[in-house]
Each structure stands twice: as structure tokens, then as C-alpha cells.
Nanobody, 122 residues
Framework: QVQLVESGGGLVQAGGSLKLSCAVSGRSFSSFSMGWFRQAPGKAREFVAVRSQSGYTYYEDSVKGRFTISRDNAKNTVYLQMTSLKPEDTAVYYC????????????????WGQGTQVTVSS
């Protein structure tokens, strides 16, 4: 019973930055754990980052130190700040919501956005 809409994707040079946003409908945003996942062509969807309702954060090893997940409960929005982007970061990025505790499993998230394309050129 929640809708998510991602924005902020685009084409960026290697070493550049992008900030993705995910707007969440409903008034229960503060009860959700929010995650970011990505899927490259020909590959399975993979975990990127998660932030719980209590502030717990966890990142995929390949993005640690480069990506930051944050949330603004007043705006019902979650963000993914991406810096030092690499060509291997190229993928469709998805925002996802899970009621309660955080997870790194795609199957544990019940609500998903439509995805936003991030392309990093060499």
C-alpha cells in the first residue's frame, strides 16, 4: 500500500556524481526500511544500500565510501548520493520499501519504484 517514484538518473562521466531521489506516497514512510537496488543488462538485480526507520545503514562492498543513503521523513523522500562513479555502476536503479526491519534481499521488499537509468561513461 505504497507507491515509489525514482528520479535523478542520467548520463555522467566516470568520476562524477549523481543524486537519486525516491518520493514515497502515504503517511507511513517513517515505518519503512528503504533500500536501493540496481540491475545491469544481462545481470540479476543486486543490493546497493539500505536505511532503516531507526537510522541503520548498510552498503554493498563495491559502493562503500562512494554512495550515501539518506532519508527525509518530513518530505517522504529517500536519497542515494553517488560519487566517484565508475562505468561498472551503470544500471537501472530501483527504490524499494519494506515495512519494519531492514534487509538486503530483494524478496523482502514489497514495494518498488519504476527505476531510473544511470549511465557512467568511460
Amino acid at each position: 500500500q505504497v507507491q515509489l517514484v525514482e528520479s535523478g538518473g542520467g548520463l555522467v562521466q566516470a568520476g562524477g556524481s549523481l543524486k537519486l531521489s525516491c518520493a514515497v506516497s502515504g503517511r507511513s514512510f517513517s515505518s519503512f526500511s528503504m533500500g536501493w537496488f540496481r540491475q545491469a543488462p544481462g545481470k540479476a538485480r543486486e543490493f546497493v544500500a539500505v536505511r532503516s526507520q531507526s537510522g541503520y545503514t548498510y552498503y554493498e562492498d563495491s559502493v562503500k565510501g562512494r554512495f550515501t543513503i539518506s532519508r527525509d521523513n518530513a518530505k517522504n523522500t529517500v536519497y542515494l548520493q553517488m560519487t566517484s562513479l565508475k562505468p561498472e555502476d551503470t544500471a537501472v536503479y530501483y527504490c524499494a520499501a519494506r515495512y519494519g526491519s531492514s534487509s538486503v534481499k530483494t524478496s523482502d521488499f514489497g514495494s518498488w519504484g519504476q527505476g531510473t537509468q544511470v549511465t557512467v561513461s568511460s
